[in-house]
């Protein structure tokens, strides 16, 4: 049996996947958001990976995938799709 996914997990995901990087700044599209959580990752890891110090991974690629999870609050649509600004 399959379970269910809370509607609001799934709303946090679309926000997730639809809100900007940033109001005025880098990412600052849709998706952008999204876009900038992978270029931390892949920059996170790869700084990791040539630490001299011996660092967890896992730790290191979740840190970095989850360290703007709440922009997803803190950001809601502007009226006639005019953008993005602060909630």
């Given at each position: 049996?399959?379970a269910s996914v809370p509607?609001?997990?799934?709303?946090m995901e679309?926000?997730?996947?639809?809100?900007p990087?940033?109001?005025?700044?880098?990412h600052a599209?849709k998706h952008?958001?999204?876009q900038?959580?992978?270029?931390?990752?892949?920059?996170a890891?790869?700084?990791?990976?040539?630490?001299?110090h011996?660092?967890n991974?896992?730790?290191?690629?979740?840190?970095?995938?989850?360290h703007?999870?709440g922009?997803?609050?803190?950001?809601?649509?502007?009226?006639?799709m005019?953008?993005?600004?602060?909630?």
């Amino acid at each position: 049996q399959q379970a269910s996914v809370p509607a609001s997990v799934v709303a946090m995901e679309k926000a997730f996947y639809d809100s900007p990087g940033a109001v005025g700044h880098h990412h600052a599209y849709k998706h952008g958001l999204f876009q900038h959580t992978l270029d931390v990752t892949r920059a996170a890891r790869a700084l990791a990976q040539a630490s001299p110090h011996p660092l967890n991974l896992d730790v290191v690629t979740m840190s970095a995938l989850l360290h703007d999870i709440g922009k997803v609050l803190t950001y809601s649509p502007l009226p006639n799709m005019a953008g993005y600004g602060y909630t």
